[in-house]
């Protein structure tokens, strides 16, 4: 094999990331089946594609200077230019430094009240026998749960505020010609779906910036995570700029609220299907003493388990992608700078020698063993894992076991599970439930 080419892949461009906005699982998945690991792509770019755990390993722990991020202008409409997803070097680590500890520990246990209180305020809303689409339900929820424990947005009337300017702002990024114009580099401010997203976001910022001088004028103690991003210090003393908090605040509404809604909508989809994996989930839930108890919600290890195998499944990042700053050889190709390199958990994950039965819903295979992270990357990995792995695996399972602790839920479409795009996810094509109050 010669040292200068590079994996087999398709050879003609134009179709691919056309192909890949349709279903990324099904183009990852027929692509690594045709070329073997690892293959090249092109998506947004020429991008060289694994699912090779010890290829993972190499793109997850190799040096930090082996990447350089470089947002393309449409991601930088959605993102900002201020925000840790667009930092590389010394200013990401220094950045991501002052963040994570705002996702972690005990700060994020301080926020599980108002997760398991805004799911208990949804299910006022429902009454007995009522039907509802389960991922209009979750998106209600995983929005509030954003704005009241991120944005620290408390009083009712400015909540009825944000939420308009995030589902505006929601539905300009998730718009499909804004995505194709992305997919295809067209970067012109008057193009019409890049000036709606424009106009969109412009208003969701000013209104966090209204909302971060109103907590500069009082002096009262927050719990949430824009009180103490505000309040964290880098080395020298300085903190972080308006715009910098903006774009932050925005990036982690991007990676959470979309991604927790379909997270658990794919739970009752999954649940409805399999009696016996709802009966053992339900009698473990049941089990608790009070249903606002976090601590005992985050130790249950069934609950655990249905989680990880529903981000398992149908991940909400089909893969996980670097831009290389330095050649690497990877799976003995010299790949060159420029080029990037993709951790594929939509591949990974059906891997049958790590997931016997790979398509079946069986959360006892997370019972059963332990899988690294290497092997199991619904998040990512390496030093740029997603910020706010914890807090959507914390928000999920207070959400669910809060939702079946008060409620039963039928599932009122059982055929097939269809995919399709939502945004820039994928998700379940219709799940309709009906509910009951216990």
Sequence with gaps: MSSSTLPPGYQLQFWQPLAYVQSPYRFFRKAHERFGDPFLVKTTAPTVVTANPDSIRQIFTAPPETYHVRLPKSQQRVLGRHGLSGLDGS??????????????????????GMMHETAVEALAGWRDGESREALDVMRDIGLDVILKTIFGVACRERLVVFRAAVLDFAAAFGNPAFLCSALLGIDRDNWPPNRRMDVARQKLSDLIVENIAERRGRSAERADILSRLMEARFDDGSGFSDAALVDNLITNLIAGHETSALSLTWAFAWLGRHADVAERLQQEI???????????????????????????????????????????????????????????????????????????????????RSYGGFEFIPFGGGDRICIGNHFGVFEVKIVLATLLSRGRFTLLDKETIKVKRRGFLMGPAQVRLSYRAK
């Design 91 to 112: 200013a990401h680590r220094q950045t991501r430094k002052l963040i994570s500890p705002c996702f972690h520990g005990e700060a994020l246990r301080h926020l599980g």
């Design 286 to 368: 049941d089990g608790l003493s009070r249903d606002d108890d976090i601590n005992a919600i985050l130790a249950l290890p069934y609950l655990d388990a249905v989680v990880k195998e529903c981000l398992r499944l149908y991940p909400a990042v089909p893969e996980v992608v670097r831009m290389l700053a330095k050649p690497m050889t990877l799976a003995g190709y010299e790949l060159p700078a420029g080029i990037n390199v993709a951790a594929s958990s939509a591949i990974l994950h059906m891997n049958p020698e790590l997931y016997p039965n790979p398509e079946r819903f069986n959360p006892e295979r997370f019972l059963e």
